[in-house]
């Protein structure tokens, strides 16, 4: 019924009543409905309960003590009869000083004010009254305070750091990806020198052709990036895909391409696009450049996947993956290089440019296992070697009479070191060809499986193991350690191959291996030196008796 | 024999005496003014007029005690008379001190009974006096 429910609400509106009444009130009262121990105000207490107490806790309840004369109520055990019982007596208390309160006008002056409750109707002016910085609601605050930082140094915000969202004009430059679902969404910034790749889907229709503004090339090249000079965004190349999939490449790549109706079909819709930016080493950004897929729906299509890319060149270098900044970081592939004959230099084999991540080349390889385990239909499957991973893998070698030993040992010996076996890696993530100092050599080490040595060395030794252990240190501070390959080295073990009878085969395993064993030194702590007392009297200190 | 003398002594003795007690009054409500303010909760939108009313109060004071001594003294009623509407005010007042003030401490009490009693006494010689002096 309503009005129980408005009584209710009005009851929830206000606090409790305060209590002034002395007889009523009992501090030591704390147990509901139970009997408090040595509490002679307790009203759940019996006579018999207060036959066993031993002192009062609470001896006098009183009012406000400034007050010249007030209520008290006192509480006391009687000890003397049996059994003990409480005496209650209730008095008026005089003070005797001469500055006691004889009346008051100002009502809040002796008690504490009940705090307003909180309504729909007063809440705003509570919250004006009460708010603090805690509590404040209003987030238009914020950007202005970046303003004011980002005008006061101008210069300064706009060299980006990694892992900053790269301004635009307007917000940020904007790399759609997928949120909770695999739609789109538009608020995803980029970071600078964070490489992203993400794809997601975006719901368009061949009626909304003209307006869906995210399906349009415009939306992605009108933001200019605010950097020392604002960068306004280029169309490198555009690439038209056709309903069927074939993609063709576009000559006049400076057209902008807006998405329009022909033939019951919406053309130019983006499907892609992948930004290059091209940055300076003190963190500025010179140059971007927008490269666009654009395709075509038909009117059956509800939804298109739009993929977006991002990656960010130095200028002046050409662009080679890191695996470490500047300490490896596990799961990214060892960089390894070789000397050329004539170089002073290491120099490392460089895959076409743009491409991250598939320079098969200029890393360290392992053999990899396939699923028929021969090694000579291994056909050259290579796996890079990743930072921190341990790894072995292997295969079975069927040796027949027929194969001789000389052409058998330099197939394994391709088999298991692959095609370029480099000479050097990096030791650190991010080292540059050009620092000869920061390349570790590889050491080579030849073992034998037989531990006892044959007097016929001229039997044939055919390599059936390489184990690369990579071994890598902590570098640097304790809060931020960076790896650093110190020592790598290629063990190749060698085991008799007995001339076999004819008609016979023989099927040996080829393991191939690589482990990574960290011998960092533990860190030892820097202490200050102790503070020493420096103490040296001035000059003239015994002026008269000296 | 003064019948040629009509200034009434006993009021004369009376203002000089209230005039004493009067600035003993003023320091000592003064003082428990800053006492209540320092121990109670004592906010500024209730001490404001208290204080207020404070000095108006000792400026009425002085007003009035010079009027009447002057008027007793020249034996004029107009004076005297414009004292004693004066008084009423000030009786008014210190029944604000004694009542209504926002604490009202017993030495209070005290003292604003005796300045009362003292303007009550004052009053009725005046209103002697100025009879004394119009007939």
Request: with cysteine; glycine share 4%; charged share 15%.
């Amino acid at each position: 019924p309503p009005e129980t429910r408005s009584a209710a609400r009005a009851r929830t509106r206000s606090g409790p009543a305060p209590v002034t009444d002395v007889a009523k009130l009992c501090v030591c009262d704390l147990l509901v409905a139970q009997c408090d121990v040595n509490c002679c105000c307790d009203p759940d207490c019996s006579a018999a309960d207060f036959s066993l107490f031993t002192t009062c806790s609470v001896p006098i309840v009183t009012g406000d003590s400034h007050l010249c004369s007030q209520k008290a109520a006192i509480y006391s055990l009687d000890v003397e009869a049996n059994p003990p019982e409480r005496i209650f007596k209730l008095i008026d208390q005089v003070n005797p000083s001469v500055f006691c309160i004889a009346a008051t006008n100002y009502k809040q002056a002796l008690s504490f004010s009940s705090p307003e409750m909180p309504t729909p109707e007063n809440f705003d002016q509570l919250l004006e009254q009460f708010r603090s910085a805690s509590f404040s609601a209003e987030p238009d605050s914020w950007p202005m305070n970046t303003d004011a930082q980002s005008s006061s140094d101008a210069n300064e915000t706009f060299r980006y750091e990694y892992g900053v969202p790269i301004q635009t004009a307007d917000a940020f430059l904007r790399l759609p990806s997928p949120v909770v679902s695999s739609w789109c969404s538009d608020a995803n910034p980029a970071g600078f020198l964070v490489n992203q790749a993400t794809k997601c889907t975006r719901s368009v229709s061949v009626e909304k052709c003209g307006n869906i503004q995210a399906a349009s090339m415009l939306f992605y090249i009108n933001s200019s990036i605010l950097a020392v000079s604002t960068v306004n965004i280029t169309v490198q190349s555009i690439v038209v895909q056709s309903l069927n999939g074939m993609r063709t490449s576009l000559n006049g790549s400076d057209v902008l391409r807006l998405p329009m109706i022909l033939d019951e079909l919406c053309i130019n819709i983006v499907l892609g696009v992948s930004y290059h930016i091209t940055y300076t080493d003190t963190g500025e950004i010179i140059e971007a450049a927008a490269s666009f897929v654009l395709g075509a729906i038909n009117k059956e299509a509800l939804s298109i996947q739009q993929s977006f890319e991002i990656s960010f060149t130095q200028v002046n270098t050409k662009p080679v993956p890191l695996s470490g900044n500047p300490g490896y970081v596990v799961g990214l592939p060892l960089r390894a290089g070789f000397r050329p004959q004539g170089y002073p230099s290491p120099v490392e084999i460089l895959f076409a440019a743009l491409v991250l991540n598939t320079n098969k080349y200029s890393q360290l390889t392992i053999l990899q296992s396939t699923s028929n385990q021969d090694c000579l239909a291994a056909q050259g499957a290579r796996t890079p070697v990743l930072f921190g991973y341990n790894m072995i893998s292997g295969c079975k070698l069927r040796i027949t009479a027929a194969m001789k030993c000389q052409p058998l040992t330099q197939t394994l010996l391709d088999l298991l070191k692959g095609q370029n076996f480099p000479e050097y890696v990096a030791s650190f993530g991010n080292s540059q060809a050009q620092d000869v100092l920061d390349w570790v050599p590889i050491t080579h080490l030849h073992t034998s499986e037989q531990r006892i040595y044959n007097t016929f060395q001229s039997s044939c030794q055919i390599p059936v193991s390489l184990e690369i252990e990579v071994k890598w240190t902590k570098y640097g501070s304790l809060v931020n350690p960076q790896a650093r390959i110190v020592n790598v080295t290629a063990t190749i073990t060698t085991t008799t191959a007995k001339q076999l009878p004819s008609g016979r085969e023989r099927t040996i395993p080829i393991t191939s291996s690589v482990v990574f064993t960290d011998i960092s030194a533990p860190a030892e702590p820097g202490y200050k030196a102790w503070p020493t007392i420096n103490f040296k009297l001035p000059f003239d200190f015994f002026f008269p008796f000296v | 024999n003064n019948s040629y003398q009509l200034s009434s002594l006993p009021l004369q003795l009376l203002f000089y005496v209230n005039g004493i007690y009067y600035i003993f009054y003023f320091v000592a409500t003064l003082a428990m003014i800053i006492y209540k303010s320092q121990v109670f909760s004592y906010p500024d939108d209730f001490l404001a007029p208290d204080l207020a009313l404070l000095f108006i109060m000792a400026i009425l004071e002085v007003l009035r005690l010079y009027l009447g001594s002057m008027g007793n003294l020249t034996e004029e009623e107009a004076p005297l008379g414009l004292s004693l509407v004066i008084t009423v005010g000030s009786v008014i007042l210190s029944v604000y001190f004694l009542v209504w003030q926002t604490y009202v401490l017993k030495a209070d009490v005290i003292i604003n009974a005796v300045l009362l009693f003292t303007y009550g006494l004052e009053s009725v010689l005046k209103v002697i006096a100025i009879a004394a002096f119009v007939s």
